[in-house]
């Protein structure tokens, strides 16, 4: 059973960064996905197993960077310009198929519990 473990979320101001962190050791594709109050989970980003290969919704796409350090079994989420409509619960998540990203949920084999961000405007 892989145990992925998130970090990093906390509360920050609309315009502000943060880094989230996933540790999860294993060969893995890795994805970001959130999830708002009323609202279901949907996908920011996904990341392969080598790194060069990244994937982003629209929604964020130029204020979020995914990258991976696969030394320290750790895949990050650098969010920056954050705006109130950030705030959610975000989720990491790891995909058996290591090279091949994916944006859906059921793609995705093992899950963290989440790390809250809440953006106050």
């Known amino acids: 059973q892989v145990q992925l473990v998130e970090s990093g979320g906390g509360l920050v101001q609309a315009g502000g960064s943060l880094r989230l962190s996933c540790a999860a050791s294993?060969?893995?594709?890795m994805g970001w996905f959130r999830q708002a109050p009323g609202k279901e989970r949907e996908f920011v980003a996904s990341?392969?197993?080598?790194?060069?290969?990244?994937d982003y919704a629209d929604s964020v796409q130029g204020r979020v960077t995914i990258s991976r350090d696969n030394a320290k079994n750790t895949v990050y989420l650098q969010m920056n310009r954050l705006q109130p409509e950030d705030t959610a619960v975000y989720y990491c998540a790891a995909k058996v198929g290591w090279n091949s990203m994916s944006r859906l949920e059921s793609s995705y084999n093992y899950w963290g519990q989440g790390t809250q961000v809440t953006v106050s405007s």
């Open positions: 990341i392969a197993w080598i790194g060069t290969s990244t």
């Open positions: 294993g060969r893995y594709a």
